[in-house]
T-cell receptor
Framework: EAQVTQNPRYLITVTGKKLTVTCSQN?????MSWYRQDPGLGLRQIYY???????DKGDVPEGYKVSRKEKRNFPLILESPSPNQTSLYFC??????????????FGSGTRLTVV | KNEVEQSPQNLTAQEGEFITINCSYS?????LHWLQQHPGGGIVSLFM???GKKKHGRLIATINIQEKHSSLHITASHPRDSAVYIC???????????FGTGTSLTVIP
């Protein structure tokens, strides 16, 4: 089944404790991206990647890191989480053809709470 | 700054009604996407549009590039259509996505 798999689904952590949220896709998509969703603000893009070893900042990259060493994986790293990073996080991937994004597929989300 | 604006924010309809959700955007785009988010949180892509109109079952999406406006229509609405509908655009400079804050639709039997 074609899918984007995020782990974990739920995570409670303490301020300052490094964590990684994993994202993997099995569709050979070039484009992968991370978003956070907050009430009243909607979805906002954190980082995106056009292909292996190519990453770029979205709207809200502060406090986050990503890497794209393999095409299928795009982990999100919070080196020193803070309470304002409490949010619902989504990973997504897409086939990229020219400037069009086909088969835009989202993971199930990760609800992160930082205390 | 809100690159994408949706209206209405909330919508309640009786089963069978025709529903329209609107989206306006201020940036140059390569395409516009309509997404559906169910109460469990999962997000599904419904349409990608770069011009004209697309139809899938009871859902119709249109876009007017000159006016920077798109509409999502649901014909013969059903309670299972209850969800949040999100408009997103992929900018034609850079490769960023911008999202509206969503329209929460409730269809009452």
């Amino acid at each position: 089944e074609a899918q984007v798999t995020q782990n974990p689904r739920y995570l409670i952590t303490v301020t300052g404790k490094k964590l990684t949220v994993t994202c993997s896709q099995n569709m050979n998509h070039e484009y992968m991206s991370w978003y956070r969703q907050d009430p009243g603000l909607g979805l906002r893009q954190i980082y995106y990647s056009m292909n292996v070893e190519v990453t770029d900042k979205g709207d809200v990259p502060e406090g986050y890191k990503v890497s794209r060493k393999e095409k299928r994986n795009f982990p999100l790293i919070l080196e020193s989480p803070s309470p304002n990073q409490t949010s619902l996080y989504f990973c997504a991937s897409s086939l990229l053809s020219g400037q069009y994004y086909y088969g835009y597929t989202f993971g199930s989300g990760t609800r992160l709470t930082v205390v | 700054k809100n690159e994408v604006e949706q209206s209405p924010q909330n919508l309640t309809a009786q089963e069978g009604e025709f529903i329209t959700i609107n989206c306006s955007y201020s940036v140059g785009i390569s395409a516009l996407h309509w997404l559906q988010q169910h109460p469990g949180g999962g997000i599904v892509s419904l349409f990608m549009l770069s011009s004209g109109k697309k139809k899938h079952g009871r859902l119709i999406a249109t876009i007017n590039i000159q006016e920077k406006h798109s509409s999502l229509h649901i014909t013969a609405s059903h309670p299972r259509d209850s969800a949040v509908y999100i408009c997103a655009v992929s900018a034609n400079t850079g490769n960023q996505f911008y999202f509206g804050t969503g329209t929460s639709l409730t269809v009452i039997p």
